[in-house]
């Protein structure tokens, strides 16, 4: 399923952007990206990428995960976090945040199961 139109819409207004400022980032217009979050009008590969550089989200996420109604919103927020910030890591330290970040995960998701047992 297709959840982009959605997810430009749910991102733009969780990082406090309008239409407008949105549109200006990516050199698209306001109009534009109003069709795309109604889903009036299709995005280009091209754009997609802009918008998964402009929000530190993997193209596939964009695209194929409904970001509103994930419990987990949390742990993408650190993905993004993790990624804007792996430029500026050595490949040591990249290695240790990945492992933290995936037992964090990890704990989470089976203390999430617990408590449903």
Avoid at 62 to 90: Q, T, V
């Amino acid at each position: 399923m297709n959840y982009i139109s959605s997810n430009i819409k749910y991102l733009r207004q969780q990082n406090g952007l309008t239409q407008e400022e949105l549109a200006n980032y990516i050199g698209k217009s306001r109009v534009l990206v109003s069709q795309w979050e109604s889903d009036s009008r299709e995005i280009t590969t091209e754009d997609i990428i802009k918008l998964s550089d402009k929000f530190n989200i993997p193209m596939d996420t964009l695209i194929g995960k409904d970001l509103r109604n994930n419990e987990n919103n949390h742990i993408d927020e650190i993905e993004r976090l993790f990624n804007k910030a792996k430029p500026h890591l050595s490949p040591d330290d990249e290695e240790t945040i990945k492992f933290i970040m995936n037992k964090t995960i990890k704990n989470y998701e089976e203390s999430k199961n617990n408590k449903n047992d």
